[in-house]
């Protein structure tokens, strides 16, 4: 069998698939999912893009022959759709060949796990013990700022949270637009930020607007919070859009980190900064 057989993840996309355990995850979120339809997804993911016939998923998935294999072929497919957010018409991951079988779209990244005794391995265990005194100077740092006023201090340690809310949409580009926002954060605001913050990306639509709406909030500790309302254009990529709010929210915390600097009055706690971001097309 190939290098895959070796691996202990499959990565695609934004997700992960642990073989050891058959766990689906996303963002590090485990996504619940019958085993059927997950060792589906690994007999897939492990096809590297070539045509998976349905004669050889009978045989891995169903080789006893006790269930009607179009009936449970076709439930394991929904399943998987709809915890990967794919589309039977227009599929990022798994697309149909009438007749023939499945083949898988996405490019996969196998991971194999580290050996025991290989140096990786060692240095593997040191991490607990440095991840604690990291952890000690982070609690010592965020107990001196926290009865202070927002400082941008630059080059600074910065502890937050990024949480991707909800959604009513199941379209796959607006949920892959939440994760471009989500995963440009942390860039944006270390070195701008001390102390504790938190962000939430969300996609809401107004009455008055068929558009989607993103709307990107920062919540920092001590200090009013920044809230930037995105009209999403069409046709435009989500990374683009992900680039564009990431240049938007650097150049509000640059100005309160100038502003700062130069004794200006600063919003009062508990107040926020709304910006309404307007995206050329």
């Known amino acids: 069998m190939s290098d895959a057989s ?37 007999l897939l993911a492990d096809s590297q893009g070539r045509l998976l016939r349905r004669e050889e998923i009978r045989e891995h998935l169903w080789p006893d022959q006790t269930v009607e294999f179009d ?28 007749r023939l079988g499945l083949r898988f779209l996405e490019s996969v990244e196998q991971r194999t796990a580290v050996e025991p005794d ?40 910065s502890v937050g949270t990024v949480t991707i809310a909800a959604s009513d949409s199941e379209e796959p580009a607006l ?3 939440q994760q471009a926002v989500a995963d440009r954060i942390p860039e944006v605001v270390q070195g701008l930020i001390s102390g504790p913050w938190k962000a939430t990306v969300t996609i809401t639509r107004r009455a008055e607007s068929s558009r989607p709406r993103l709307v990107t909030r920062l919540e920092i500790s001590g200090s009013p919070s920044i809230s930037l309302d995105v009209d999403v254009p069409e046709m435009v990529p989500p990374e683009r859009i992900a680039r564009d709010v990431a240049n938007e929210l650097s150049a509000l915390l640059h100005r ?20 309404t971001v307007t995206l050329e097309e």
């Open 71 to 98: 009936q449970g072929l076709a439930h394991c497919l929904r399943k998987l759709r709809s915890a990967l957010n794919d589309s039977a018409k227009n599929p990022r991951y798994i697309e149909t060949v009438p």
């Open 256 to 275: 309160r980190k100038r502003e700062a600097e130069l004794g200006s009055p600063q919003p009062a706690q508990g107040g926020a900064r709304e910006v």
């Open 6 to 42: 070796k691996a202990q993840s499959a990565h695609f996309g934004a997700f992960e698939l642990n073989r050891q355990t058959l766990v689906l995850t996303r963002g590090g979120h485990p996504i619940r999912l019958a085993p059927q339809p997950l060792k589906l997804l690994l």
């Open 118 to 157: 290989s140096p990786t391995a060692k240095r593997t265990l040191l991490m607990p013990a440095l991840l604690f005194g990291f952890a000690l100077v982070l609690a010592v740092l965020t107990l001196a700022w926290r009865s202070q006023a927002f400082t941008p201090v630059a080059n600074s340690t």
């Open 175 to 177: 949920l892959s637009l």
